[in-house]
């Protein structure tokens, strides 16, 4: 993630200078105020393990936490009292696995986003990690290798 341009007036990462973007005041914590302590360990173990498979940043918005390489690949959609939802994004729909609830496809065809729930640990299964690594492959604008 080097040679990325930062925002002088939140510190997001860009790997455009001036890259268009709404500047806001939220933190990861601020999403997690008032939720339970073991929905936040659930998203900390999430993040660890995400990391072991390669380096990301997050960027808080208004309404969820994107994941971000070279360029954002996925979010975490919604944080719940005992599950979190997470959004991977990729260039195809993958329709035939069971750890999408739900996969959304932007105007054109050419994104898709795959949802994945998670209210334990062990959902980050060999599946998902599987499915993590092929998103931040897409995050740093690498051929898909699955």
């Not at 339970?36 to 380096?55: P, T, W």
């Not at 808080?60 to 009292?81: T, W």
Request: positive net charge; proline residues 2%.
């Amino acid at each position: 993630m080097d040679n990325m341009w930062t925002c002088h007036e939140c510190g997001q990462k860009f790997l455009h200078e001036n890259q268009n973007h709404s500047c806001n005041e939220r933190t990861v914590d601020s999403f997690f105020n008032g939720k339970s302590d073991s929905v936040l360990e659930l998203f900390q173990y999430f993040i660890q393990e995400y990391q072991k498979i390669g380096g990301f940043v997050l960027h808080p918005a208004k309404s969820r936490i994107a994941f971000a390489a070279k360029i954002r690949f996925g979010y975490i959609a919604r944080v719940g009292k005992d599950f979190i939802d997470i959004a991977l994004t990729f260039n195809k729909a993958y329709r035939d696995n069971l750890c999408f609830y739900r996969i959304g496809e932007a105007p054109g065809g050419k994104i898709f986003q795959h949802y994945i729930r998670l209210k334990h640990k062990d959902d980050v299964n060999d599946e998902v990690r599987r499915f993590m690594r092929v998103a931040l492959q897409v995050g740093n604008k690498q051929p898909i290798t699955e």
